[in-house]
């Protein structure tokens, strides 16, 4: 019963900011790598931002030098920091992460529920 919990989405002008959270809630041992995914009405899912447990981080080359990923290890939290929205930011915003559960050490992939993040011109 392990599960992602996603917040901070909602509607803001172009050149705004938004904070996303992701929290992992449940039975594990330890979760890896963390990311962000992103979908736009009628387009594919794509990737992000992804951070290691030891804190390295990649991004897709749309939101480098404007999008900011982190996590809190003591929290089991993921964080990405969005500043200077455009309207093609547009898109409902999934957390995902990889959870290894307790006793079994089995991986488990994780997704959030989806928080919606509009940016209006």
């Known amino acids: 019963q392990v599960q992602l919990v996603e917040s901070g989405g909602g509607l803001v002008q172009a050149g705004g900011s938004l904070r996303l959270s992701c929290a992992a809630s449940?039975?594990?041992?330890?979760?890896?790598?963390m990311g962000w995914y992103r979908q736009a009405p009628g387009k594919q899912r794509e990737l992000v931002a992804t951070i290691t447990h030891s804190g390295n981080t990649n991004y897709v080359d749309s939101v480098k030098g404007r999008f900011t990923i982190s996590r809190d290890n003591a929290k089991n939290t993921v964080y990405l920091q969005m500043n200077s929205l455009k309207p093609e930011d547009t898109a409902v915003y999934y957390c995902?992460?990889?959870?290894?559960?307790?006793?079994?050490?089995?991986?488990?992939?994780?997704w959030g529920q989806g928080t919606l993040v509009t940016v209006s011109s």
């Open positions: 995902n992460a990889a959870a290894i559960l307790r006793v079994t050490y089995m991986f488990l992939e994780l």
């Open positions: 449940g039975s594990f041992f330890s979760i890896n790598t």
